[in-house]
């Protein structure tokens, strides 16, 4: 399975302010997802992000809230902007198996908190 | 009603014992089906794929019961390292989107 990094690993953030995670992958990917994970709870996708195309949002998340970059086939960002503390959360990456029935694997996410 | 259910436990056990998770999901149109395994203040890891034939990887044992969309897990001889999260994964027809359960707990102890 492919090696995924993320920054940072966790931030501290005030309200009204913005964060950028970055996530790095150490092979290419067609595709990466951006997952949230809130405290006690499972993981809910937020958007799909492809190399060279928008990216696509799942239901209750906009793209104002939560930009996604894609420049190349091994990175992808994910900004939280004007955080609430609503936004208290896990945030992970993750990327598509190399195999023919591979599933996901995820980064070690990010762990934001926002007071 | 979730896409995917579980029971969140905590399943609280010996070790030695053997314990069952149940998993079911609402969209007859999911494809593949998997368990992860999460840590505390970890990412979630591949525990392994379900098949309907069932398979099978040391002690663990995944079973897929297409007809009355129901995926199951069986951990036998629990160890206390097997202390974890074990969510239920759906995949959909596409194969580019997962659907995870709420996730079941399971605490091992001596």
């Known amino acids: 399975s492919a090696v995924i990094s993320q920054k940072p690993s966790r931030d501290i953030c005030q309200r009204g302010t913005s964060l950028t995670i970055q996530c790095q992958v150490d092979s290419q990917v067609t595709m990466m997802f951006w997952y949230r994970q809130q405290p006690g709870q499972s993981l809910t996708l937020i958007a799909t992000?492809?190399?060279?195309?928008?990216?696509?949002?799942e239901s209750g998340f906009v793209i104002d809230k939560f930009p996604i970059s894609r420049p190349n086939l091994t990175f992808s960002t994910l900004t939280v902007s004007n955080m609430s503390p609503e936004d208290s959360s896990i945030y992970l990456c993750?990327?598509?198996?190399?195999?023919?029935?591979?599933?996901?694997?995820f980064g070690p996410g990010t762990r934001l908190t926002v007071l | 009603r979730k896409e995917v259910e579980q029971d969140p436990g905590p399943f609280n056990v010996p070790e030695g014992a053997t314990v069952a998770f149940n998993c079911t999901y609402s969209n007859s149109a999911s494809q593949s089906f998997f368990w992860y395994r999460q840590d505390c203040r970890k990412e979630p890891k591949l525990l392994m794929s379900?098949?309907?034939s069932g398979n099978e990887d040391g002690r663990f044992t995944a079973q897929l019961n297409r007809a009355s969309q129901y995926i199951s897990l069986l951990i036998r001889d629990s160890k206390l390292s097997d202390s974890a999260t074990y969510l239920c994964?759906?995949?959909?027809?596409?194969?580019?989107?997962?659907?995870f359960g709420g996730g079941t707990r399971l605490m091992v102890k001596p």
């Open positions: 994964v759906a995949e959909n027809n596409a194969g580019n989107m997962l659907t």
């Open positions: 379900v098949y309907s």
């Open positions: 992000a492809n190399q060279g195309s928008e990216a696509t949002y």
């Open positions: 993750s990327v598509e198996g190399q195999g023919p029935t591979d599933t996901q694997y």
